[in-house]
């Protein structure tokens, strides 16, 4: 399988159409097609949906498109990581990053770290923790921030030590928002919003105990954005980290900690033994040299 024909494959699934297809990709369409029919048979699968006015994929083009997109990124990150190899520290570092607190420390470290070496540039991707540990250890992610709980101990990583507080999203004008700080049974009763991710939904369970369980969960999501959507307009409260908060700065928005007190730790997670370019180890001793960092 050569990454140029997974390429085609890509163009097709982006186009929808084959005509604009192969125009895109400056060959001829009975070409395209040839092309597409060998990746079909050599993977003993069909890619493709043909429709009178647009071409879908099957489930089994779903997957490969994933991979797909994986493999010409690692092909990518690794030309631009050999084009880097001069005398000047340049290349491009990519991050996976929660919606944490030590966010900040991230963007420091990034401030610092480019006007010493302006040639090193940034790829920032807002993911969820599965999806960044899964790229991570696929080579298409060069670092994460990461929250625990998780399997942290499979990477080499940097304690920040900044931990998130957890606690409750809501609407300003929400009764439950007139009290500094909120316990797991001033919700009881209420629609609330929980994180999707098992690991998390284990450490509340733990942590908070059997009344974790009683409450009325109305939706679980991934990332905080839906969340806040949910909350602004009204429909119910947010499980969530008080670092989160901050990307969705809003008027209409709180926060208010759990007591008693909650928090959960973040880290700067590598994967092991994988060599590192000298972009990526010098930028690691950048946030190192910012610990402990306090926000301003």
């Known amino acids: 399988m050569e990454l140029r024909v997974l390429r085609y494959f890509l163009t097709l699934a982006r186009e929808e159409n084959i005509s604009r297809a192969a125009e895109a990709l400056y060959i001829t369409q009975p070409t395209l097609s040839r ?4 990746l079909e048979e050599e993977l003993g699968a069909k890619l493709f949906e043909r429709g009178k006015r647009k071409i879908t994929l099957t489930e089994e083009g779903l997957l490969l498109r994933r991979r797909a997109e994986e493999m010409v990124e690692l092909e990518e990150k ?16 990519s991050v996976g990053a929660a919606e944490v607190r030590a966010s900040g420390l991230l963007a420091a470290a990034i401030d610092r770290f480019r006007k010493k070496y302006p040639e090193v540039s940034f790829e920032i991707y807002s993911e969820t923790a599965d999806r960044t540990k899964e790229r991570i250890d696929r080579g298409v992610l060069d670092l994460g921030l990461l929250v625990e709980p998780g399997d942290i101990e499979k990477y080499d990583f940097l304690r920040l030590g900044i931990p998130d507080r957890c606690g409750v999203m809501m609407r300003a004008d929400h009764p439950l ?3 500094e700080s909120v316990s797991v049974e001033d919700l009881f009763g209420r629609p609330v919003i929980v994180n999707t991710r098992a690991e998390v939904r284990r450490f509340y369970r733990h942590a908070l105990g059997e009344a974790y369980e009683r409450l009325n969960v109305l939706a679980s999501v991934d990332f905080n954005g839906n969340a806040a959507y949910f909350v602004e307009k009204g429909l119910a409260c947010a499980v969530t980290l008080e670092g989160a908060m901050a ?5 209409r928005l709180v926060f208010r900690p759990f007591a008693p007190a909650l928090a959960q730790e973040t880290y700067l997670v590598w994967k092991k033994y994988q060599p590192m370019s000298r972009a990526e180890r010098a930028f690691i001793d950048e946030v190192t040299m910012l610990l402990p960092y306090k926000e301003t």
């Open 35 to 38: 092309q597409l029919a060998e």
């Open 78 to 93: 690794l030309e631009r990581e050999f084009r880097a190899r001069g005398e000047n520290l340049a290349g491009v570092i």
């Open 247 to 251: 990307q969705y700065a809003s008027e």
């Open 177 to 179: 928002a007139e009290k």
